[in-house]
């Protein structure tokens, strides 16, 4: 995007009934329709005074549309020497094992020190489909730590985009979860969108939305909290957090969707509390990773073991032992 824009206009007669992408496209030269997409998805545009995330809202006459176009990026990311464990690589995608704290790419307040720099100087050769975003298929929260696979060429990297489409990848994550009284199996299947009053948030308790999908297992208890493995259906941002907020079992240190710590305890609920008191962020790991390469046809699966402060909270509030029940 060339430049910050704001603008109001109203939908005349002969505009109703447009998708709210095309008719922004149509007023907003030099914006691609997938900018305008993330726009919308991230609350730049206003529709009769009300945020609006839905790309694909049908307008109405006389609705006034009002939007605001972000500050573009000042450069195209470039390629810095930071640790990254690359687990697989071949010419077309490779897979990698992103640490915590680690932005996926660059966005407003990171513009560098992101997977997307790391990767420019550990694999050059990256698809250009966003030159923002080399190589990025999916991403990970910055406090979630584990599996991504990227991709090297555009072909393999719009192969990829449909198997995340049509939920052709294997992403299965572990978690510690506040409460042990979540059930043995579970999933959550709702309709998934921005949180209708804080807008960092989002929420499966929406009225319409994308259809969200999350299924997990318990791999053990303790007094506090239980040891869960998260399957993904759908792939939304904060899905899983969100998911097991709203079942009543945050994820251990989530700032934005948990809750804070019981005080007090005793015996070894003061044990497990400590424990978690010292885990630094969400304790979110994206574990698996599976899927049938687009080029070869190879049936690929990679796991990736947690983090030392994820496996130290695991072993000490649940034993060595806890992660068996995986395959």
Known sequence: MEAAREGTERVDAAQAGERLDAWLAGRLEGVTRSQLTRVVTQGGVRVDGAVVTKAGLKLRTGQEVRWTLPEPASALPVAQDLPLEVVYADRWLAVVDKPAAMVVH????????????????????????????????????????????????????????????????ERRYVAVVLGPRLADE????????????????????????????????????????????????TGRTHQIRVHLSEAGHPVVGDALYGRPLPKGGAGRAAVELAAARRMPRQALHAETLGFRHPATGETLRFRAPLPEDMAALVAQVFGPDALSGLD
Do not use: C
């Not at 307040?109 to 992101?114: A, F, L, S, V, Y």
């Not at 990227?150 to 049509?166: I, M």
């Not at 949180?195 to 053990?220: D, I, M, N, Q, Y």
């Open 106 to 169: 660059p966005a407003a307040g990171h513009p560098d020190g992101t997977l997307v720099n790391a990767l420019l100087h550990h694999l050059p050769e990256l698809s250009d489909v966003d030159p923002q975003r080399p190589g990025i298929v999916h991403r990970l929260d910055q406090d979630t730590s584990g599996l991504l696979v990227v991709a090297r060429d555009a072909a393999t990297h719009a192969a990829l985009g449909r198997l995340f489409q049509t939920h052709s990848i």
């Open 186 to 233: 579970g999933s959550a299947d709702t309709f998934y969108g921005r949180h209708p009053t804080e807008r960092l948030k989002f929420s499966g308790r929406v009225a319409r939305g994308r259809r969200a999908v999350t299924h997990w297992r318990v791999l053990a208890r303790a007094e506090t909290m239980a040891l869960v493995a998260v399957r993904l259906e």
